[in-house]
């Protein structure tokens, strides 16, 4: 028993032929293409959140660390930057006017924290500690 072509022409076009497949397969790549942009912009905006959720977290850990030092009034505690992974953190005392006195007062105390070796700071607070004169 040979196997033969059937003879009805229109049986024959039943399934894809080469140029379908490849007209297919060059709108599909067209398609991902489109999405590439969206792609490579979604993982800016996952890294970008990423670095401010460390900032954050490394600002509330150095005011927590202001909050429990001991603190005078005279003298006053200097700045201080330490470097944390690919993180500066930096700390600055302020005082106001009166501290020293006897009186019980408070001291300003900023914290920034900012990636290494940039000029934009991810996250900045300012806390208030009180000083017992």
């Known amino acids: 028993m040979s196997a033969t072509l059937p003879a009805d022409p229109e049986t024959r076009n039943a399934g894809f032929g080469i140029v379908e497949v490849i007209v ?17 912009q979604s993982q800016q905006l996952a890294r970008t959140n990423a670095l401010i959720a460390t900032a ?16 005078t009034c005279d003298p006053r505690p200097a700045a201080d930057s330490r470097v944390e992974g ?3 953190v ?14 019980p007062t408070t001291l300003s105390y900023t914290s920034k924290v900012q990636i290494t ?16 004169g």
């Open 24 to 40: 297919s397969m060059f709108l599909l790549s067209i398609m991902a293409m489109a999405f590439l942009p969206v792609l490579v």
């Open 86 to 88: 690919e993180f500066t």
């Open 56 to 71: 954050t977290q490394l600002l509330s850990a150095d005011l927590d660390r202001a909050r429990q030092s001991t603190v």
């Open 117 to 132: 070796g940039a000029d934009k700071f991810l996250a900045q607070a300012v806390t208030l500690i009180l000083v017992n």
């Open 90 to 103: 930096t700390g600055v005392w302020a005082g106001v006017e009166g501290c020293g006195a006897g009186v």
